[in-house]
């Protein structure tokens, strides 16, 4: 069974559901397909193929010298027990002062949650809330995580499709006709992953202005990207524009992406205290506490010199203009220029149905990618993943010698396809 085919059928074997070992709850979603591919080039790595893998979502920088340092120090002062079951006093206080620095909000301890990652704290506020049943609406393309923890909490992911020439961004109009009685969560990835669309202060407005006459909605804002940010208006986030639904809105960041810390899993959010509260509640029967070493790692990183992220988002910038440049010079691709985060998505529209040199069709985005990978040695992620069809991610976390390289294959593999 090839990767996709798993993804696609799902995490079970037709052995695991006749046994029916397996809880319904894990039958209604899938595994990460990114994580599958990164998984696919290990193994093709392993076997002698020279892969270029662009699948993974995480910054090829080292973690920061004095973040490792503050964790060894801890270790070595015994901070090596478990600690209050969502976050330390000590991150907590500088995840406070992290939002009040960089999003001008604020937010007591007590409205402060830290879990293992930010996709556990997107878990908990997700499984903590809904009822089954609930609709949370999720623009596309979208991470994948969104629509299976959705699943995963009995909820109903509602898709907003959005296009290439809309920025991939929603539109106030497509908001409010999306919205029912039944919605519960709107999630909101400002910039986003996998298209680097991001909303400035007056497009995050005009949606925070839909929501105001619907108080039953919640906005779950994953701002996860919001160092890697190339626009000229300033980053802005959903609590910091429309004050009026900051008890409503649940602002979620992490270290792994800004930091590089994705392996450390440290993420936070701020939010409402009934639900920092359930969220805790949740995590004291699941995880417990994050990691005290990564805590302790993360409170340097927060506190400490934040010089890196502007060096990061300027090899950042010019890595994506170099592939921008590179897929829009490749005949029936096109990409528009992301905003932020570290990724390119291209639309191929333009190679579907195309012959490929051994008689194959490229039917669709997974073939597609299957062929980059097969024959230019390029691992990229089928749009399809992420909820939209005939476009595929490039993750641009890589030199931009690696990535010149990675662009020239797939020119010479899209050159070698029949029209
Ligand atoms: N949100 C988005 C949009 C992401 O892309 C990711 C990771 O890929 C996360 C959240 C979760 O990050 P973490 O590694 O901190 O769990």
Redesign the pocket.
């Given at each position: 069974m090839s990767w996709q085919a798993g993804w696609k059928s799902g995490p079970l074997t037709k052995e695991s559901r006749t046994m029916n070992r397996l809880s319904p709850a894990l039958e209604r979603f899938a595994p990460s397909p990114t994580l599958a591919m990164t998984q696919r080039v290990g193994e093709l790595r392993r076997a002698g193929v020279d892969v270029i893998g662009l699948s993974a979502?995480e910054p090829d920088f080292p973690t920061q010298p004095h973040v490792i340092d503050a964790a060894f120090r801890a270790m070595q002062a015994g901070e090596t027990r478990y600690t209050d079951v969502d976050g330390t006093p000590a991150l907590k206080q500088a995840v406070a002062d992290k939002f009040r620095r960089d999003n001008n909000l604020t937010y007591a301890l007590s409205e402060i949650s830290i879990g293992a990652?930010?996709?556990?704290v997107?878990f908990n506020a997700l499984v903590a809330t809904l009822k089954p049943g609930e609709d949370v609406l999720i623009p596309a393309p979208y991470?994948v995580?969104y629509p299976d923890i959705v699943r995963y909490a009995d909820g109903v992911p509602v898709i907003l499709p959005t296009s290439s020439g809309q920025g991939y961004r929603i539109t106030p109009e497509q908001l409010a006709n999306a919205i029912s009685p039944r919605t519960r969560w709107l999630i909101l990835?400002n910039p986003?992953?996998p298209s680097g669309a991001g909303y400035d202060a007056a497009q995050l407005r005009a949606l925070g202005e839909v929501l105001l006459a619907h108080p039953q909605v919640m906005v779950l804002s994953?701002d996860?990207?919001e160092h890697i940010w190339f626009r000229a208006e300033p980053y802005a986030t959903m609590a910091e524009v429309m004050p009026a639904l900051k008890d409503r809105t649940l602002t979620?960041n992490?270290v792994?992406?800004a930091h590089a810390m994705?392996g450390w899993?440290?993420?936070f959010a701020g939010g409402p205290e009934w639900l920092i509260r359930a969220m805790a509640k949740l995590q004291s029967q699941s995880s417990g506490n994050p990691c005290s070493i990564a805590q302790a790692a993360a409170v340097a990183a927060l506190n400490g010199p934040q010089d890196h992220l502007a060096e990061h988002n300027v090899k950042f910038r010019d890595r994506r203009d170099l592939i921008v440049a590179m897929l829009n010079d490749t005949p029936g691709l096109s990409c528009p220029k992301p905003d932020g985060a570290f990724y390119a998505f291209a639309d191929a529209s333009g190679l579907m149905g195309a012959t490929k040199p051994d008689g194959g069709v490229i039917a669709d985005d997974w073939a597609l990618c299957d062929y980059l990978l097969g024959r230019a040695r390029v691992a990229a992620v089928a749009g399809s993943a992420f909820g939209h069809a005939d476009a595929f991610r490039i993750s641009y976390a890589v030199s931009r010698d690696v990535l010149r390289e990675a662009a020239r294959r797939i020119q010479d593999a899209v050159a070698d396809l029949v029209f």
């Open positions: 979502g990652g930010g996709k556990q997107l991470w995580s990835n986003g992953n994953d996860m990207y979620l992490g792994s992406k994705t899993r440290i993420g």
